[in-house]
Antibody, heavy 118, light 112 residues
Framework: EVQLVQSGAEVKKPGATVKISCKVS????????IHWVQQAPGKGLEWMGL????????MYAEKFQGRVTITADTSTDTAYMEVSSLRSEDTAVYYC???????????WGQGTLVTVSS | QSALTQPASVSGSPGQSITISCTGT?????????VSWYQHHPGKAPKLMIY???KRPSGVSDRFSGSKSGNTASLTISGLQAEDEADYHC????????????FGGGTKLTVL
C-alpha cells in the first residue's frame, strides 16, 4: 500500500525556517511528482508547489516563490519542503501528495501542523 | 489566478442527493477535463473521490459522481449517509509552471 509519512508538528518563531519531510513507500519514488499543499485555519486547500524526483525539476505557486524550497532525496525516497522567513500567516497544516495521473492527487500524507508564534 | 468557487456549505438528509458546484475559468476547469474532488474529514488526509471529471478510484462508492459543463464542475452524492459529512474540495489542472493545479475554497457537507 502506498504511504506518505510526514514529519511531526513544529512550533517556530517569526522569521525562522521550517523544513518538513515526506517519506514515501510502496511505489517507485521517481515515478510521480510530489506536491505540497497548504491548509490555513478555516481556509481551503492551496497548492504550493511540486518536485519531480526523477530530475529535481520544481514548480512553485507565485505566492510561495522565493520563500519555499521543495526538494527530493532519491536515496531515502523522501521529499522535503522548507519555508523560510516564517510569519504568522504561515500557521497551517501542510500536506504532501502524489500525482500519478495529471491533475489528480491520489495519495496524501497525514499532514504536518506548523505553528508560527512569538 | 484565483481559487475555484464552491459554495461554503450544503446540507441534506440521509438518503437524499446533493450536488456541489465548482466554478473556474476557461484557463482551468473549462480548458481541461482534469477536475478532481477530495473528501476531507477533520484531522485526516484528503481522499481522492473523483478524477478526470467523472472517474472514481478503486474503492470509492458509486454514490459519488462527477460532471462538468463549461467552466463549472459538479460533484453529486446520492443516497447520503452520515459518514459522508465532511469538507469537499474541487481541484482543476491549470497547466502552468506557477500553477499546476488550483483548488476550490471547499464546501462543508452536513448530513442532517
Amino acid at each position: 500500500e502506498v504511504q506518505l509519512v510526514q514529519s511531526g508538528a513544529e512550533v517556530k518563531k517569526p522569521g525562522a525556517t521550517v523544513k518538513i519531510s515526506c517519506k514515501v513507500s510502496a511505489y517507485t519514488f521517481t515515478d510521480y511528482y510530489i506536491h505540497w499543499v497548504q491548509q490555513a485555519p478555516g481556509k481551503g486547500l492551496e497548492w504550493m508547489g511540486l518536485v519531480d524526483p526523477e530530475d529535481d525539476e520544481t514548480m512553485y505557486a507565485e505566492k510561495f516563490q522565493g520563500r519555499v524550497t521543495i526538494t527530493a532525496d532519491t536515496s531515502t525516497d523522501t521529499a522535503y519542503m522548507e519555508v523560510s522567513s516564517l510569519r504568522s500567516e504561515d500557521t497551517a497544516v501542510y500536506y504532501c501528495a502524489t500525482e500519478p495521473k495529471r491533475g489528480a492527487l491520489d495519495h496524501w500524507g497525514q499532514g504536518t501542523l506548523v505553528t508560527v508564534s512569538s | 489566478q484565483s481559487a475555484l468557487t464552491q459554495p461554503a456549505s450544503v446540507s441534506g438528509s440521509p438518503g437524499q442527493s446533493i450536488t456541489i458546484s465548482c466554478t473556474g475559468t476557461s484557463s482551468d476547469v473549462g480548458n481541461y477535463n482534469l477536475v478532481s474532488w477530495y473528501q476531507h474529514h477533520p484531522g485526516k488526509a484528503p481522499k481522492l473521490m473523483i478524477y478526470e471529471v467523472n472517474k472514481r478510484p478503486s474503492g470509492v462508492s458509486d454514490r459519488f459522481s462527477g460532471s462538468k459543463s463549461g467552466n463549472t464542475a459538479s460533484l453529486t452524492i446520492s443516497g447520503l449517509q452520515a459518514e459522508d459529512e465532511a469538507d469537499y474540495h474541487c481541484c482543476s489542472y491549470a497547466g502552468t509552471t506557477t500553477l499546476r493545479v488550483v483548488f476550490g475554497g471547499g464546501t462543508k457537507l452536513t448530513v442532517l
